[in-house]
């Protein structure tokens, strides 16, 4: 089981190498991290963009060219689908976003004729590291990127992705907490009541692999002593891998705010297509970056 960013990273050592394909690639971050992956051995990659200022960025940052590839596409559209387009020719295992907007770059992987669809639903897993409780751990926030406001079905879609990465992290069962901002089902509170409906499929067998309890508040998911201080008895309580939000909003803003009040760079990734997609900020730092490598090489080793 993986348990830490920096275990991840060190996974990520063993893995075969995989080849990236960068969309608008002339980003400080996404080149920084390539370059690094690249010295580690993970990943070659494929750098789509405008070329003459790729090269311009490269040199800026000290890196060498050689043996990366360079396609030009000056346009954020055009850099978008090529990038897409080398993934679907077989020259790429994962997505990286550069310069590109997500909303840009999920546009493209959802083309209905060149894009990466599977049937599945997109959506967005971010890791941190969690040490309460004693045992630090990671923890995935969930969908803080693609879905603004999930219905249950959606949400049902939203948690299976999930899992599918915490199995890759090797956690054979994952514990999943609906949140929503009371414990008890209301009416006014229409994530409580999406809680109640996820939690009644997990019961009936439709949601397997993984426990399944909610509604919960975010103390009662990631506190033990909050669910006891409470009378709250949930095999989720205080044991949480998995957070799933009710909406793109809430789990945005909580995942940023952990990321920048703990000063953690942290990793995520977009599941549901053919290959994994991955969206940091432009924002974030190289290193957030290179955990979004590290995180995309083990959900393509498995894939």
């Known amino acids: 089981m993986i348990r830490s960013l920096h ?24 080149l920084l991290a390539v370059g690094e992956a690249r010295r580690r051995g993970w990943a070659e990659a494929i750098l789509v963009g405008d070329e003459e200022v790729i090269r311009s960025r490269l040199e800026s940052l000290e890196l060498e060219p050689d043996g990366l590839d360079i396609v030009h596409r000056p346009g954020d559209m055009e850099a978008a689908a090529a990038a897409v387009k080398l993934v679907r020719d077989g020259e790429a295992d994962m997505l990286l976003k550069g310069a590109v907007s997500t909303a ?9 004729d060149t894009g990466l669809r599977t049937g599945r639903l997109l959506s967005d897993v971010f890791l941190i590291e969690y040490a309460g409780g004693g045992t630090g751990r990671l923890v995935g926030i969930t969908d803080g990127g693609v879905n603004p406001t999930p219905d249950v079905r959606q ?47 997990h019961v009936a067998g439709q949601i397997r692999e ?11 998911a990631l506190s033990a002593e909050a669910a006891m201080l409470k009378g709250v008895e949930s095999p989720v309580a205080g044991r949480a891998d998995i957070l799933l939000f009710p909406t793109l909003e809430a789990a945005n ?23 994994p997609v ?9 290193g957030a970056c290179l955990n979004a490598i590290a995180l995309g090489s083990l959900i393509a080793e498995r894939d």
């Open 7 to 30: 275990e991840l990273r060190e996974h990520a050592s063993r893995l075969s190498p995989k080849t990236i394909a960068v969309a608008a690639a002339a980003t400080e971050h996404a």
């Open 104 to 112: 840009t770059l999920i546009q493209a992987v959802l083309d209905r």
């Open 155 to 201: 949400k049902e879609a939203i948690l299976g992705n999930a899992v599918h990465v915490f199995h890759a992290l090797g956690v054979e069962e994952p514990r999943v907490a609906v949140l929503s901002g009371t414990e008890k089902p209301t009416t006014r509170l229409q994530g409580s009541m999406d809680a109640l409906r996820l939690v009644e499929l």
């Open 210 to 220: 993984c426990v399944v309890d909610g509604p919960l508040a975010l103390d009662l």
């Open 253 to 275: 803003i909580t995942a940023k705010a952990i990321q920048y009040w703990t000063s953690q760079d942290p990793g995520h990734v977009v599941v549901g297509a053919t290959v």
């Open 278 to 286: 991955l969206i940091p900020s432009r924002a974030e730092s190289a």
